[in-house]
């Protein structure tokens, strides 16, 4: 039986929670000073869809974002995006269209999903719903909301890309 492997990369600022968002989904591990680089490009996870495994590779940066210096290397071959923004960093969420664009330039157009991470801080929130929203529909991506602390929809985000992935 032929396995279904797929290539995701992570793109949103520094210190959004992309790189505990692959922790949490391919270990299961979360912790709050998390090491910028794990030291590999990629974690992955196998799982399952409507009874077809699909290997997820999630490819991690080790900080460049934070430099505008992420490689053609980094995005070659990506199947699918996650673009993540803060509730709680007002700058993460304006930099989204600008990272959907550095993806589409380098990889067309791929099943994407917008994420709002950090949820678990509603009290610090700095977006306004309706805005994500908005910007969700203007960037024709699903938007969804997670805690990688709390373990809060990480799990949906990778199952909604896998499905794409495959059916479309
Ligand atoms: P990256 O630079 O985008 O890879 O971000 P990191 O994964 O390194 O996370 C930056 C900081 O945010 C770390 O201290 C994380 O522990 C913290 N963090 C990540 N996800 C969450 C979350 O859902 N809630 C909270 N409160 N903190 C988080
Ligand atoms: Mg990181």
Redesign the pocket.
């Known amino acids: 039986e032929l396995e279904v492997s797929l290539k995701v990369v992570i793109v949103?600022?520094?210190?959004?929670?992309?790189?505990?968002?692959?922790?949490r989904f391919c270990k299961g591990t979360?912790?709050?000073?998390?090491k910028?680089t794990i030291g590999v490009d990629f974690l992955e996870r196998e799982i399952e869809i409507d009874g077809e495994d699909v290997r997820l590779m999630l490819w991690?940066?080790a900080?460049q974002?934070?430099f505008d210096a992420i490689t053609a290397a980094y995005y070659r071959g990506a199947h699918a995006c996650v673009l993540?923004f803060?509730a709680?960093d007002r700058d993460s969420f304006d930099a989204i269209t600008s990272w959907k664009l550095k993806v589409e330039n380098e990889c067309g157009e791929i099943p994407t999903v917008l994420v709002q991470?950090?949820?678990?801080?509603v009290d610090q929130c700095v977006i306004d719903p309706d805005e994500a929203e908005r910007l969700g529909r203007a960037l024709g991506c699903k938007l969804l909301r997670?805690?990688?602390?709390?373990d809060v929809g990480v799990m949906s985000v990778f199952r909604h890309l896998a499905s794409r992935c495959l059916y479309e």
């Open positions: 949103g600022n520094g210190a959004v929670g992309k790189s505990s968002m692959i922790q979360y912790t709050r000073d998390y910028k991690d940066t900080g974002e934070e993540a803060s709680t991470n950090k949820m678990d801080l997670t805690s990688v602390k709390e």
